[in-house]
């Protein structure tokens, strides 16, 4: 019995000392909308809404934070950008990944939401002149 009760103190202090594993950004994907932008985030696991921020700069840049996040960086080359982003950087800075984003139209305000696969997040841009005209 004692062997027993050693093992399981053992598994238990082995599992709760072990950090939880650091969700991998898998793909992001960009929807144009007539009034602004879509971006979804795909991760290898659960990734929770609040491990998500964003804030836009008046030199053209909007960065977006994940916590508790890595980033796939065979993704990189394939990521197809819209013609209404200029450019896209990754920074990894320990256990956050953060991008930045140049926009060719400022946005009026953002959002984060999530649906029902809680691997994905999406960021809507939202801008007050339709972002197409704009570009084209």
């Avoid at 650091?22 to 602004?36: A, H, M, P, T």
Wanted: net charge negative.
């Amino acid at each position: 019995m004692q062997i027993i009760n050693c093992i399981l103190i053992l598994i238990t202090g082995f599992a709760l000392g072990q950090p939880g594993q650091l969700s991998i950004l898998q793909n992001i994907d960009f929807q144009v909308k007539e009034n602004g932008l879509i971006i979804e985030f795909n991760f290898s696991s659960d990734i929770s809404l609040e491990h998500a921020s964003g804030w836009y700069a008046q030199t053209e840049w909007f960065y977006v934070t994940f916590l508790n996040t890595t980033i796939d960086s065979t993704i990189v080359p394939s990521i197809q950008k819209p013609k209404v982003i200029k450019d896209i950087q990754f920074d990894q800075a320990g256990e956050s990944v953060q991008l930045s984003i140049k926009l060719s139209v400022p946005p009026k305000n953002h959002e984060f939401f999530q649906r029902s696969d809680m691997k994905q997040l999406f960021l809507s841009l939202r801008s007050s002149m339709p972002i197409i005209s704009k570009v084209d």
